[in-house]
């Protein structure tokens, strides 16, 4: 019996030890996700400071944007600023001006782009690996080297002052980048699905349409996001080829309202506010497709 007592005293140790020590495992770990939690909320705070203090700054008065302690909340909150912009400047005439460039260019990048990139991915074609390089290579060039014989041929074609130069170049390929983009992600794609549709009757035309573009949705989010930032953000082409005031897109509206009202910072603020407004939008709506897009790319590219 005494025996007994003893083996059942031995095993109720073991468990005792078993479980302190997963408990002191569980501390360890809750320890780790705490500290690993705190620190990408300080970094996350310091990459947020400037946004969220154009955003206080918008709402500010004049005589509150550089008290010194800073003052983050501001007091009265005035929401007049945001109005005062719109009034000032036609703010909405560049809005729509930028809305119709940008929606014009990322549609045309979209099927332009990922037309070009199924053909260099899944089409069998004489110098296929020589043309792609040629296309890799032009990322090389500065946009610098082709301004001025752009801005000749463009003004030759009577282009001048149209949003045709913005537009226009996006629907035959867009950027070597977002087709280099796709193409390594249509790399990634096993080809028995276009085999067995193609054993089903389905045309080269069907299947680029119902398997490949649908597959392809987290990469063309991403170049969808990036074309969308770029073409909204777009300060030097409306500048060299726009000269009506009245087809002013916002990057270039916005070096305007600076040059008027520049040392008037809650409205420089509130200004920048609306014009980086759109560009969360669109991003926190294609997120998950944005950053499947950015961890699927190229992983089994050839």
């Known amino acids: 019996m005494a025996v007994e007592q003893g083996k059942l005293t031995l095993e109720e140790l073991r468990l005792l030890q078993k479980s302190a020590s997963q408990k002191a495992r569980r501390r360890r770990e809750l320890s780790v996700k705490v500290l690993r939690w705190a620190l990408l909320g300080i970094l996350g705070f310091i990459m947020m400071a400037p946004f969220l203090w154009l955003l206080t700054t918008s709402l500010k008065a004049e005589y509150q944007v550089f008290l010194y302690p800073p003052q983050w909340i501001p007091d009265p909150v005035m929401w007049s600023n945001y109005g005062d912009v719109l009034t000032k400047v036609p703010f909405m005439v560049w809005f729509a001006n930028t809305l119709k460039v940008t929606g014009l260019s990322l549609l045309g990048t979209l099927l332009s782009a990922t037309c070009v990139a199924y053909g260099f991915a899944r089409v069998q074609f004489r110098g296929k690996d020589f043309w792609f390089m040629v296309l890799v290579a032009t990322m090389m060039l500065p946009q610098v080297v082709t301004m001025i014989p752009t801005f000749i041929l463009f003004s030759k074609l009577g282009w001048i002052d149209t949003f045709l130069p913005m537009v226009v170049p996006a629907w035959f390929g867009g950027t070597p980048f977002y087709i280099f983009l796709i193409r390594q992600y249509m790399t990634?794609?096993?080809?028995?699905?276009?085999?067995?549709?193609?054993?089903?009757?389905?045309?080269?035309?069907?299947?680029?349409?119902?398997?490949?573009?649908?597959?392809?949705?987290?990469?063309?989010?991403?170049?969808?996001?990036?074309?969308?930032?770029?073409?909204?953000?777009?300060?030097?082409?409306?500048?060299?080829?726009?000269?009506?005031?009245?087809?002013?897109?916002m990057a270039v509206g916005l070096r305007y309202f600076q040059s008027q009202w520049g040392t008037e910072w809650g409205l420089m603020m509130a200004a920048a506010a609306l014009m980086i407004a759109p560009v969360l939008v669109v991003y926190f709506a294609t997120q998950r497709y944005f950053v499947r897009g950015i961890a699927m790319t190229g992983i089994a590219g050839r």
């Open 188 to 249: 990634t794609l096993p080809m028995d699905l276009e085999e067995a549709a193609s054993i089903d009757g389905a045309s080269s035309l069907m299947v680029f349409v119902r398997i490949i573009v649908p597959l392809c949705k987290p990469v063309l989010g991403t170049v969808g996001i990036f074309s969308f930032i770029a073409n909204w953000n777009d300060f030097m082409r409306p500048m060299l080829y726009l000269n009506s005031p009245e087809k002013k897109t």
